[in-house]
């Protein structure tokens, strides 16, 4: 008995002769019937695979010479290779003829068991009748995922950005052809039938984070999408919600077209295009859930639109956003020993964090980051948490993917509606270098874990 494995799975230089056209190549003008020599080309439509079948240059016969050589191809599946006249297709251990196949860990033989299993269902059943026409977020999908699946049966069109909000596919107003695309350190192979189905699968692991979107023409009946993250990752994304991680309120921003007279546009599929103007304008409304549709029925103003979206040709469709700098002055600058001491005591939370994530919510700025270290807090925290800022005037500025020590304070109003980590415009915030962190470390001396002590009230 015998075993093979594949040893070289570099692929070939671009434009290099195929190794069964060498083959048949090798076989030119030596003589074969009669003394008759021809010149040949590979044969494809041979019943054995494995055989080396040639057409003759010029003629309409072709010959069989016997077996390929080992290691030539033999199936449209990658991998496949003919040895000894049999077409074997190598396991995930590149053995051929190997039955063991990666998990959905990408481990070789595995069970799943070194990764966990996500999936979800996004739909929003609040869209008005007409649905907001153009992209809208469906998901963020993290860095490390493996084996992706996405799928939807309607009539709008899945989309889909980088980590550099760089379309892959159905992107800027134009549908993609079904087939191959490179993202992320791997491939994406979308999928579409001719009626509404549509699906797209990425083995990964990816190397950044994609982002879900969705080209919006009708109401969302539901879009399905799955994939698997290594533990760590799984809990840092959908572990325990932290009760400070929270939405502001329960309304929700979705984009309207405002009604208009021009003319529009076609593309090569049946969509239709925004008006073709240099900017096509978009007006946001906001929506109130049923619950406060009941309360506040007697009482409903007319909507107006809150902020408008402009979408620049040939740029990326933005998410519907409030406007950054609006009415906005010089940020106030927080520095200094004094300051870092006094707030080091008063605030409910020093930490140092990444910040993953900025969002407009109306006249507030929500930043979504990662706690990587905790220097003195009152109160528990999760690994991700909301960090809200009352402006949306980048007063304190923090920039996505940089690292900050901060200080902060937690916020509940009277209400008791909200419960959140507060960032106000003087709070101390700087970015981390291991510096600030020798300055830090001695404070804990300066005050109790459990913060300064109230004053004793005064007798009369």
Known sequence: PRQYKICNTKECSAGSEGFREMQCAAFNDRPLVAGNSFRWTTFHGGSNPCELSCLALGHNFYYNFGHVLDGTSCSKEPGAVCVNGRCLKPGCDSILGSKQQEDACMVCGGHNTTCLHHKSVYQNRRMEAGGPFGYNEVAMIPAGATHIRVTDNSRNYLALQNGRSQFVINGNWKISVPGEYSVAGTKLLYRRSADTWESFEVPGPTQEDLHLMVLATERNSGIEYEYWLPPDQYALYHGRRSPLRQAHHTSSY??????????????????????????????????????????????????????????????????????????????????????????????????????????????????????????????????????????????????????????????????????????????????????????????ERLCSNRGPKEPAELGV
């Open 254 to 443: 979705l984009p309207r077209i405002q009604p208009t007279t021009s003319t529009t546009t076609t593309t090569t599929t049946t969509i239709r295009s925004p008006p073709n103007t240099t900017r096509s304008h978009w007006f946001l409304d906001l929506l109130k859930t049923p619950r406060q549709s009941l309360q506040h029925n007697h009482h409903q103003r007319p909507r107006q639109p809150i902020t408008r979206l402009e979408r620049e040709e040939n740029h990326r469709n933005l998410l519907p956003q409030a406007p950054p700098g609006r009415h906005c002055g010089k940020c106030l600058r927080v520095k200094g020993r004094r300051e870092r001491q006094r707030q080091y005591c008063q605030k409910d939370f020093v930490f140092r964090a990444k910040v993953l994530g900025k969002l407009y919510r109306g006249e507030e700025t929500r930043y979504d980051v990662q706690i990587i270290h905790t220097y003195r807090n009152r109160y528990r925290l999760e690994h991700r948490e909301f960090l809200w800022v009352q402006n949306v005037c980048d007063c304190p500025k923090l920039e996505e993917g940089k690292q900050y020590i901060l200080m902060v304070r937690r916020h509940i109003n009277y209400e008791h509606t909200l419960n959140r980590i507060l960032m106000e415009e003087e709070s101390y915030v700087v970015p981390y270098r291991p510096r600030e962190d020798e300055l830090l470390r001695p404070l």
